[in-house]
């Protein structure tokens, strides 16, 4: 990796989050340190196809490394963060699913890539339904910046000019839908619910590791630093400002210390929060930046029901859907509360559907014989659905410091406390009524439905603990991300969001550490800072 000196600016992290930040500054001539508590992966040397019977586990993976971590298998054991070096707590009753990547990259080697614009809906929820706070910024601040990242990001889809959906900068999608797909958009169609194609990055990897961190690394002001575990913050006690970080080698377990002119912190949405919250100068013992008592609030996410239908194509049974009738996948945006309040429920939720694929043993009702003769005859023949709800920002959702459980390098990990209300099980049981109905009108066989959501955490979403907001008394950041108590300290992740919607939330979050890191190298230009 390219090597610099004294850097303008300490990256925490390079995920979507810090590696757009990354991007977008040594662009602009912002020489740059990067730190990330994982290390270098390079998917063409590390890794191997190995087969089931090469592994001492047969593939099920070694009890206990991953219990919140439902994606995890012994094929990708090495890839996810390890839960016995890297604990977090939660009350008995309160399970919290957090999944982790620790390596360069973050999150974005494994993404699904569904990539979708949130609208206005959200950023002025407030105001359309009186509920929460809005954003500080409205759709418009952060249009043109989705605009440049759909392409970075070679983002393909559909546009249908839905005001709850924005239209993006895609490749288009024109590929034809099977007679399944046309089916159930049918349905939808009369029931007045939209859809749309898929709205996905390109390619097998669309991660930071290779759309964003080599591009920085070119112009020869990014020195990436792996493995470095930070623990907080610096502060300058004349200024108050963020003077950089420590960090514990993850392989030494020696301590460091670096320092620049400006931070900018993207290690996730709750590794940043248990950053500043471990980072308690003299003058925030509540945390860094934390006087309105904000940190680690507000923590929210989507909530997910796996599989909310499952379905079969009648007509596709006993091996006849071929690629005419079967196949394809698509996109049901929020439609509820959109013109007026009309649900027990505030706000909305979204579905993704796919067809062709084979229902799961387990929703047959049959044993033996039976079962594999029904197995066979719906080969290929399914129908299924998935739900994502918005889930609403409360304050009492938080997450703290629990002082009593360290991590391997001895950093005190996080308490985390969510729980879906009344709000969140209304929708989920209005999503699977939906989903059933729009199913059987498409005339498919309903084999099952529920409206069973993930744990919180599991959607992978976790977001807001370090929001954004107009007043410093209820938020930590102003509208470029910036902590509104030290000047020169940006949260570019998740954990700035105000409200999530139902949309998939890594476009947004590239979207506004984009504009965050170029105002940040404006300010740096003008030397405000
Ligand atoms: C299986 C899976 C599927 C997903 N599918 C989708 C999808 O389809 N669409 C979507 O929008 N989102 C999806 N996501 C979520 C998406 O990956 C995240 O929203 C996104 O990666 C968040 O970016 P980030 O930069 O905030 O965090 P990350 O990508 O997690 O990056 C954080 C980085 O910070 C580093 N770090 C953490 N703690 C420290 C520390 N103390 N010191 C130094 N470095 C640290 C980590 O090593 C990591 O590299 C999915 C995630 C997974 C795992």
């Known amino acids: 990796m390219a090597k610099t000196e004294d850097p303008d600016v300490l990256i925490i992290g390079s995920g979507a989050a810090g590696g757009m930040a990354a991007w977008a ?7 740059c340190l990067m730190l990330d508590a994982g290390p270098m992966v390079d998917p063409d040397r590390d890794r191997t196809l190995m087969s089931a019977h090469e592994l001492p586990y047969r593939g099920f993976g070694k009890p206990g490394r991953f219990p919140h971590v439902t994606q995890a298998s012994e094929f990708d054991a090495n890839l996810w963060a390890d839960e016995k070096q890297n604990p977090y707590t939660y009350a008995p009753n309160e399970p919290y699913y957090w999944v982790r990547i620790r390596m360069l990259g973050g999150k974005t080697v494994r993404w699904g890539r569904a990539s979708w614009r949130l609208s206005d809906y959200e950023f002025r929820a407030r105001d359309h339904d009186g509920f929460g706070d809005n954003w500080p910024i409205r759709y ?5 910046y989705y605009d440049r990242v759909e392409p970075l990001f070679h983002v393909s889809g559909r546009n249908d000019g839905l005001p709850q959906l924005p239209d993006g900068n895609l490749t288009p999608d024109t590929s034809p839908d099977s007679a399944s797909i046309r089916r159930f958009i049918a349905a939808a169609r009369a029931a007045g619910i939209p859809t749309t194609k898929p709205r996905r990055a390109g390619g097998a990897l669309a991660s930071s590791a290779n759309l964003l961190l080599p591009e920085a690394v070119a112009t020869g002001r990014l020195t990436i630093v792996p493995n470095a575990v930070v623990r907080e913050i610096s502060v300058d006690p004349k200024t108050g400002l963020a003077s950089g970080a420590w960090f514990v080698d993850r392989r030494s377990k020696r301590d460091y210390q670096v320092t620049a002119r400006a931070v900018v912190l993207g290690a996730s949405c709750l590794e940043s929060t248990r950053i500043l919250l471990n980072s308690r100068p003299r003058q925030w013992p509540e945390g860094l930046g934390n006087r309105s008592g904000t940190l680690g609030r507000y923590l929210f996410d989507q909530f997910y029901i796996k599989g909310v239908v499952e379905c079969v194509v009648p007509e596709a049974r006993g091996g006849a859907g071929g690629r005419d ?4 996948a698509g996109y049901i945006a929020r439609f509820r509360n959109l013109e007026k309040r009309e649900a027990k429920f505030l706000r909305g939720y979204a579905y993704d559907f796919s067809s062709g694929g084979t229902p799961s043993a387990r929703i047959l009702p049959l044993y033996g014989e039976p079962l594999l003769k029904e197995l066979d005859a719906v080969r290929g023949a399914g129908f299924s659905m998935t739900t994502m709800g918005e889930v609403l920002p409360r304050r009492e959702n938080h997450v703290r410091i629990n002082a009593a459980v360290k991590d391997e390098w001895g950093i005190p990990v996080l308490h985390i406390s969510q729980k879906y209300t009344e709000n969140e099980h209304e929708m989920a049981k209005d999503a699977r009524e939906v989903a059933v109905e729009l199913c059987r009108q498409a005339g498919f066989e309903v084999l099952a439905s529920h409206a069973q959501m993930v744990p919180p955490g599991e959607s992978i979403h976790e977001l807001g603990a370090c929001r954004m907001g107009e007043d410093p008394k209820t938020s930590m950041l102003n509208r470029f ?16 969001f105000v409200t999530g919607g139902s949309q998939n939330p890594t476009l947004t979050i590239l979207a506004l550490s984009l504009r965050a890191s170029e105002h940040l190298a404006g300010r740096m230009r003008r030397a405000e800072l």
Request: net charge negative; with cysteine.
């Open 481 to 496: 991300n910036q902590c509104h108590e030290v000047n020169n300290l940006l949260v570019v992740d998740g954990s700035s």
């Open 140 to 144: 418009a601040d952060l249009a043109s």
């Open 325 to 328: 009738l079967m196949g394809g």
């Open 25 to 31: 500054l040594t662009k602009l001539g912002v020489r």
